[in-house]
């Protein structure tokens, strides 16, 4: 045989290895287990609809059911390939089994020929079939043509309809029709379907390759065979990843786990050199993405699962994977896989396209590492004996949870609370400061006591804590080791708030004691001070059991600021004061 025969007699893999049996069909299941039954109940239909994605077995399994519905030695109802009617259909010569396609042939008169063919009884089989592929390409009219004859055929008479757009089929002939609906192939699948026609000729792949090219294929069978074709020219008879990625230019995936390790350890300058390397080798920056998109949802499928089957990755691989996740929390992952979905929005329409590839790697080096609340509480319980001052963003981060951290099992001992009397006011400020050396908290009456000296001493701004000195704006409410400030502005609480442990640093270092601060928007009881009133006074003496507020306000109703100035202030609001006050500002 000479080498120019050898060329010819060439049959592409997808021709060489089309199924021949219903058992053959891959990943199509439910429906030719469906057809089989129906030859053996004798239920056949005589109108079928074959519908899904190209290249998963529409046209293969009609055939297989033309021959089965003709054949004269069925074995275990599938076609015997052997008999006559069999052998003429696979050589396309049958005059029973009649295969169109419905691009070129969608006339009106093209279904008029069908209608008056199909009067003939077949010529050697039971059944004349006619298979029309990509039927939604016929017109209107054709359609409203071969209505009748699909409605009421000849008991000889069958219709296989094969398309890949079935919402462009009429509803008049869906109805007409049983209809099958194929279902995409799974990686698993196709990679296993390629490792055995691998091993059948002769040619040795590596699984990572098997599983590229089945992902390359998109769930269709045909277009993984023409893949495999390619790479086998490409590669020989010897077939690796490397070379796998190149015959296709396809990114390594080794590539990814480069920019993985460059966010973990912020490196921005690596950033620019992958994003060079992306653009000089000419690789779509989309792909790319997307490929980052899903080594990072690897990832996280490894975090919360251990299903490490939904992860379409070579064993080997995926051990790599699990190394590599190691390195980030689950909340890192998902804020990564956000800001990488953001940037495939963003370059999709974009004229930079570079620029934005860039920018997105940089901010994915960039990004801090995140720390889950869960995460943080447990530190503050293990370091509550401790400073238990965190780290500076954290305290950024998280200002609430580290004044939790300072109320973390604190004794709170209920004290009966005394009547205010005159003996108070002549505690001096030592005697107010001392607390029990069990560890008691501080009672709400030395709170209140010693409050206006706090305010006088550390109201200003060096403290941050100036408008606490605005009794007409904040209004103390002391309760036993805790003090509520109260407010009716969201400027000043928005402020204050953000300081809530600077003020209890401040409260420790005053009372000797710890003193838990609250703020509140929003007075939660009305607080009236008399302008003529100057020394301190007991308010709400009735009701209100446990609670003391007490006030020293100047003639004004508010306690006289530090740095009071003689700007006539009168017309102004009391935030506007405030401000004026806190910044030195003028009105222009």
């Not at 006030?551 to 102004?572: I, L, Q, R, T, V």
């Amino acid at each position: 045989m000479t080498k120019d025969n050898q060329i010819q007699e060439y049959i592409v893999t997808a021709r060489k290895w089309r199924p021949l049996k219903f058992n053959d069909v891959i990943g199509q299941e439910h429906i030719t287990m469906t057809l089989k039954n129906a030859i053996r109940l004798n239920r056949n239909h005589h109108a079928y609809l074959f519908s899904g994605p190209r290249g998963i077995g529409k046209t293969t399994t009609a055939r297989i059911l033309a021959r089965a519905l003709n054949c004269s030695n069925l074995i275990d109802y599938e076609p015997c390939n052997e008999c006559e009617s069999c052998v003429s259909i696979l050589e396309g010569r049958s005059m029973d089994v009649i295969e169109i396609d419905g691009a070129s042939n969608n006339s009106v008169e093209d279904v008029k020929k069908i209608r008056e063919y199909a009067k003939f009884t077949p010529v050697a089989g039971k059944y004349k079939i006619y298979i029309i592929d990509e039927v939604h390409m016929l017109s209107t009219s054709a359609f409203n043509a071969l209505l009748k004859t699909l409605e009421e055929p000849p008991p000889h008479m069958i219709f296989i309809f094969a398309t890949t757009e079935q919402h462009k089929v009429p509803a008049t002939i869906l109805s007409r029709c049983q209809r099958h609906n194929f279902k995409r192939i799974g990686i698993e699948r196709i990679s296993s379907h390629l490792s055995n026609i691998a091993k059948a000729e002769n040619i040795t792949i590596d699984e990572e390759s098997l599983i590229t090219i089945a992902k390359k294929g998109d769930g269709s069978m045909r277009d993984a065979q023409s893949i495999f074709d390619q790479v086998v020219a490409f590669c020989g008879n010897n077939i690796v990843y490397t070379e796998v990625s190149d015959a296709l230019h396809l990114i390594d995936y080794e590539f990814f786990f480069r920019i993985s390790r460059a966010i973990r350890k912020k490196n921005v300058k690596e950033m620019f050199g992958i994003a060079d390397e992306v653009i000089s080798k000419g690789y779509d920056i989309m792909e790319c993405l997307g490929g980052l998109l899903e080594h990072f949802r690897n990832m996280l499928v490894i975090k919360v699962s251990e299903n490490t089957r939904i992860i379409e990755r070579s064993n080997a691989a995926v051990e790599k994977l699990k190394d590599e996740a190691s390195y980030f929390s689950k909340a890192d992952i998902l804020r990564i896989l956000s800001h990488i979905a953001s940037a495939e929005q963003s370059l999709r329409y974009s004229p930079q396209p570079r620029i934005k590839f860039e920018l997105a790697l940089s901010q994915l080096a960039s990004l801090d590492t995140a720390v889950e609340i869960s995460t943080i509480l447990d530190f503050i319980n293990k370091n509550k004996s401790d400073s238990g001052i965190l780290s500076s963003r954290v305290q950024k981060s998280y200002p609430i949870l580290e004044t939790a951290s300072a109320k973390v099992e604190k004794k709170i001992i209920n004290e009966p609370v005394e009547k205010y009397s005159k003996e108070k006011d002549n505690k001096t400020t030592e005697q107010i400061r001392q607390v029990p050396a069990s560890g008691n908290i501080i009672s709400s009456e030395n709170l209140e006591a010693g409050w206006n000296e706090f305010v006088s001493k550390y109201g200003n701004k060096d403290t941050g804590f100036y408008l606490l000195n605005h009794m007409e704006m904040i209004s103390p409410v002391f309760f036993n080791g805790e003090v509520i400030l109260e407010t009716n502005e969201k400027f000043i609480y928005d402020l204050l708030s953000k300081k809530t442990l600077n003020l209890e640093k401040l409260m420790k270092e005053f009372y000797g004691s710890e003193v838990n601060a609250k703020f509140s928007l929003g007075a939660s009881q009305k607080i009236t001070v008399d302008k003529d009133i100057k020394d301190n006074q007991k308010l709400n003496e009735e009701g209100n059991a446990g609670i003391e507020i007490l006030g020293k306000p100047n003639s004004k109703g508010m306690a006289k600021p530090n740095n009071e100035d003689n700007n006539d202030n009168s017309d102004k609001s009391p935030i506007e004061k405030a401000i004026i006050d806190m910044f030195n500002a003028k009105e222009i």
